[in-house]
């Protein structure tokens, strides 16, 4: 009974104002919802600014919140329904006889506010739009920031969603007319939405930086900008690193990006082993996500206690091997690698000249994003012996500290 009360009520508003703007579509603002710092006066206030932008654009005859709560019933119905899903809103939306439903929220993220808004197509069954902007500063900016948002949301529509007519036959123009037109809709639709994800994703990028904001309101931001927008996949990675790092009370800004191709031009070791002391120098290092490239390595060491000053092992070559971050801030890594080496060790039981194998494990901090202190340990293996009745001589163990940049 309340449902066609509300029916009745909306009905007689409608045709006492119909005959003025018959040929315009019909829009219906409904109550806001007020999020994290903002006030349920905010938010109506908020509602109708929404609703007087929208009659500004003059396309669409509006039912603002005022209207709609003198309707018999209304609050009555809407409490039944719940409000807070689409089939709910379809209702209403049926209720009122309305082309559209524009329905949002908003709250304070540190010192912006965070509007967002839903456009749905009650004759359809679906949204048609949604939109979530920042507003910096206070609360005498939402009056000029509104009127933007609302042009963005509706776009050019103005087309009342009716029910399905005479098709007009391919002669007259009516049939193409129509499937150009929509085909123009759905375009202008993508247009904005790629123009919101790239504007959001620039806002969002910043907010997450800013160490001054708490990172639970950085955090939630986040979230929030994940469930607004799915389709953006190419951002997902570094928002959830973000995340990550918000989570663990870490620094956005300290990340370093270690899913990017890198070049190292140099690294130095200082070597301390069973051969005694040495180093290794390395040039031109390439460094993928998963995959690291030293390309030209030597290295020295000797002495032991038995040959002061004498070198005991001389060899070059090239090494490669995985590498992983092990924290998303991506300054913590550790590499597992192998590689091909020439030349030569003297040390017993025998001696070798020939093919080195070398195996790798080590550590890098990076201090930034093109220097980083090593340290960790390698292992040469000879494989070739000089002299067949002597053997090889032993595997060079080392431990070493140095930098890569």
Known sequence: MKRWAVVCGASLYLL???????ELPKVAVLEFS???GASADLADMLADLVANAIRSLERHQVIGVSDIKSMIGFEQVKDKLGCDDTSCLVEIGGALGVDYIVVGNFGRLGNQFLVNLKLINPRKARVDAGISRQIAGGEENLGSAIPTIIGDLFGSRTVRHTSPAVVDEPGEGGRYSDLIGEVKRKKDAEVRRIKELESSWMQIKEFANMATVDKAERLAALKQYIKDFPEDQGHRQQIEIWMDMLADDEEPSEAI???AFQVEWFGLRVYGGNFGGGGSITLLSLRWQYFYWDIMKGSGVGSDGDSLG??????GGTSFGFPWCVTDSGRHELRFGAGLFGGWVDHAPGESLG???LLEAYYLYHLAEYFSIQTGMELNISTMPLNESEGLPAPVFN???G???
């Open 16 to 22: 006492a104002v119909g005959a003025t703007a018959a």
């Open 34 to 36: 007020a999020k994290k």
């Open 403 to 405: 930098f890569k940049t």
């Open 257 to 259: 990006d270690m899913s």
């Open 399 to 401: 431990v070493f500290l």
């Open 355 to 357: 093919p080195i194998l």
């Open 310 to 315: 004498r070198l005991l092992a001389a060899t």
